[in-house]
């Protein structure tokens, strides 16, 4: 398996731009968690996904952010506009619910946001 | 939510040594499971070992164990002869049961000296 798989591994935007990330879960696994890395905030849960269907968005910082999964084993994030505090490492994340609690994570895309 | 407390932002150790790292949690939970993960410079979330609560056998996976004492809310990682590849920065996670999402720690940077 090739593992959960992320793109781009770096975004370098400027401000007021749509940005979107992508995301590739691992074959099987029936959930999709975004996570942000800050220095500041340290990892920061977003959204999750549980069989395509988010389940706790909460985390989501505003409207500028969205997040999909139109199908079982693909989600993007989509920033727009974008802003210069949205320049973080976003990871995401995919598990199998009920069978195992823990994640396997991408190796994340830096954004960066002049 | 959940807080996850690393008191230790930075260690430091000599290689083949054994460093021992915090994490302390609070939740109000009985059942949940404790995580390590480490992020080496790739930035790479990779799980190190995982302890569900109703276990009170520590785990261990290889030169890494955990000291895990529930009454104490306390979850310390232990790193035996270190290698030089450990150099990482060292994330402490907490996830309540049937909940799926992971509160992290603000990690523990841990640096092996040659």
């Known amino acids: 398996d090739a593992g959960v798989i992320q793109s781009p591994r770096h975004e370098v935007t400027e401000m007021g731009q749509e940005v979107t990330l992508r995301c590739k879960l691992i074959?099987?696994?029936?959930?999709l968690f975004w996570y942000r890395q800050t220095m500041m905030r340290g990892l920061e849960l977003l959204i999750y996904f549980n069989n395509n269907v988010p389940i706790d968005d909460s985390g989501m910082p505003e409207d500028r952010f969205s997040a999909k999964m139109p199908n079982a084993s693909f989600s993007t994030l989509k920033i727009q506009p974008s802003e210069p505090r949205d320049s973080a490492v976003y990871f995401c994340?995919?598990?199998?619910?009920?069978?195992?609690?823990?994640?396997?994570f991408g190796s994340g895309t830096r954004l960066t946001v002049v | 939510a959940q807080t996850v407390t690393q008191s230790q932002p930075e260690m430091s150790v000599q290689e083949a040594e054994t460093v021992t790292l915090s994490c302390t949690y609070d939740t109000s939970e009985n059942n949940y499971y404790l995580f390590w993960y480490k992020q080496p410079p790739s930035r790479q979330m990779i799980l190190v070992i995982r302890q569900e609560a109703y276990k009170q056998q520590n785990a261990t996976e290889n030169r890494f164990s955990v000291n895990f004492q529930k009454a104490a809310k306390s979850f310390s990682l232990k790193i035996s002869d270190s290698q030089l590849g450990d150099t990482a920065m060292y994330f402490c996670?907490?996830?309540?049961?049937?909940?799926?999402?992971?509160?992290f720690g603000a990690g523990t940077t841990v640096t092996v000296r040659a």
């Open positions: 074959s099987g696994h029936n959930s």
């Open positions: 996670a907490f996830m309540k049961t049937n909940d799926y999402k992971l509160s």
């Open positions: 994340a995919s598990s199998l619910i009920g069978t195992d609690y823990g994640y396997t």
